[in-house]
T-cell receptor
Framework: GAVVSQHPSRVICKSGTSVKIECRSL??????MFWYRQFPKKSLMLMAT?????????EQGVEKDKFLINHASLTLSTLTVTSAHPEDSSFYIC????????????FGPGTRLTVT | QKEVEQNSGPLSVPEGAIASLNCTYS??????FFWYRQYSGKSPELIMS????GDKEDGRFTAQLNKASQYVSLLIRDSQPSDSATYLC????????FGAGTTVTVRA
């Protein structure tokens, strides 16, 4: 149980284009989903928290107009990186918190984004 | 800002030994504590959660929590080469605060 999927697992895009990453909780409903990014050999950095049907809460320093988050249902959240630049290249990971759970977060496998 | 600190590592242990990982946290009101394992190039995987003082065992893993000392630990018994990974301590009150991680290498 508690499986989270992400799609795509790897994406290469050109500078200036937009990329959408999907995060799905496969066998549970998620009250809240989180988006992280991680640079090589660095800690996870929380980007934003999203609740189904409401606007995402972004961490300080994260541009909400650049990283668009939509939490359309209790099993799906999407992150769109708009007008991507090479410095946006990173490992993006989502996590989901189960409805009625005890704050346990289950992570997706991650999406490796490379912007050329 | 919640702070979570882990012993710096890296930690190298021989196969079959016990690996001991430590973590302290700054917010005395924290209630939920987790250990995640992260293999290189992969996302974190939840291996233990603990909410009450004392020990919690799951297979070869034992988590220990002492809220008075604001301390949580993870013991890995009979360490295997497949346990080689970075272990992240996390404290959660609405969002996770992670420690920097301790990299464990199990020598065959």
């Amino acid at each position: 149980g508690a499986v989270v999927s992400q799609h795509p697992s790897r994406v290469i895009c050109k500078s200036g284009t937009s990329v959408k990453i999907e995060c799905r909780s496969l066998d549970f409903q998620a009250t809240t989903m989180f988006w992280y990014r991680q640079f090589p050999k660095k800690s996870l950095m929380l980007m934003a928290t999203s609740n189904e049907g409401s606007k995402a809460t972004y961490e300080q320093g994260v541009e909400k107009d650049k990283f668009l988050i939509n939490h359309a249902s209790l099993t799906l959240s999407t992150l769109t990186v708009t007008s991507a630049h090479p410095e946006d290249s990173s490992f993006y990971i989502c996590s989901a918190e189960q409805v009625g759970g005890r704050y346990e977060q289950y992570f997706g496998p991650g999406t490796r984004l490379t912007v050329t | 800002q919640k702070e979570v600190e882990q012993n710096s590592g890296p930690l190298s242990v021989p196969e079959g030994a016990i690996a001991s990982l430590n973590c302290t946290y700054s917010d005395r009101g924290s209630q939920s504590f987790f250990w995640y394992r992260q293999y290189s190039g992969k996302s974190p995987e939840l291996i233990m959660s603990i909410y009450s003082n004392g020990d919690k065992e799951d297979g070869r893993f034992t988590a220990q929590l002492n809220k008075a000392s604001q301390y949580v630990s993870l013991l890995i018994r009979d360490s295997q080469p497949s346990d080689s990974a970075t272990y992240l301590c996390a404290v959660n009150d609405y969002k996770l605060s992670f420690g920097a991680g301790t990299t464990v290498t199990v020598r065959a």
